[in-house]
């Protein structure tokens, strides 16, 4: 079992940047594919962006492709999400998601570790 912690989250302006990174706490993550979702309120758990457990393959929702990017370090120790040309829309808790079948995917069902999400806030 993998605990995932979030951090990296805040207040940004539309057009800004901000840099989410989720960290497994006591163990590294290169067993596992990951993933980033996000909840707004009153609105459902959404899809964000994937990444293989090589880290060979990544996936985005159509709604951050172009202007998102999720990555992972070397060591698999920290996965990551760039967040550039922020809009208000993107507003929302942002949870990181592991899956130790290496599958992934965009569905939240094949997630087994959650973290505790982040808030990010995007000013217009």
């Known amino acids: 079992q993998v605990q995932l912690v979030e951090s990296g989250g805040g207040l940004e302006q539309a057009g800004g940047s901000l840099r989410l990174s989720c960290a497994g706490s006591?163990?590294?993550?290169?067993?596992?594919?990951m993933g980033w979702f996000r909840q707004a309120p009153g609105k459902e758990r959404e899809f964000v962006a994937a990444i293989s457990w090589s880290g060979t393959n990544t996936y985005y929702a159509d709604s951050v492709k172009g202007r998102f990017t999720i990555s992972r370090d070397s060591a698999k120790t920290t996965l990551y999400l760039q967040m550039n040309s922020l809009k208000p829309e993107d507003t929302a808790v942002y949870y990181c998601?592991?899956?130790?079948?290496?599958?992934?995917?965009?569905?939240?069902?094949?997630?087994?570790?959650w973290g505790q999400g982040t808030q990010v806030t995007v000013s217009s």
């Open positions: 006591g163990r590294t993550l290169n067993n596992y594919a």
């Open positions: 998601a592991a899956d130790p079948t290496k599958i992934g995917g965009s569905s939240s069902s094949g997630y087994d570790y």
